[in-house]
């Protein structure tokens, strides 16, 4: 069994700031890409940021310059550090991790039970 389970989410003001954490958790052997999506209401899952086992960076262009994503690869974490946030960015944010639990096996992708971020005065 694999977990992935997020913190962080809450209610912030417009041009606020909030951290996120994902924290993997169960068998696992390594650790590929992680990453965080989200969804809004009405709207389409979609990708905000991920970072490889290289630390290799992608980015939502709505994002860009305002969220950064990071991994600690000893603990099995990735964060999210969101500023100067829009309420636009309300929505529930999904952990996503690609990861192998033992050598040889398949990778497979594994997702958190989110987290909700509004963004509202």
């Known amino acids: 069994q694999v977990h992935l389970v997020e913190s962080g989410g809450g209610l912030v003001q417009p041009g606020g700031s909030l951290r996120l954490s994902c924290a993997a958790s169960?068998?696992?052997?390594?650790?590929?890409?992680m990453g965080w999506y989200r969804q809004g209401p009405g709207k389409q899952r979609e990708l905000v940021a991920r970072v490889s086992s290289g630390n290799s960076t992608d980015y939502g262009d709505s994002v860009k310059g305002r969220f950064t994503i990071s991994r600690d690869n000893a603990k099995n974490t990735v964060h999210l550090q969101m500023n100067s946030l829009k309420p636009e960015d309300t929505a529930v944010y999904y952990c996503n991790a690609y990861l192998m639990q033992s050598a040889g096996a398949r990778v497979y992708g594994y997702w958190g039970q989110g987290t909700q971020v509004t963004v509202s005065s």
């Open positions: 169960g068998r696992i052997f390594s650790i590929g890409a």
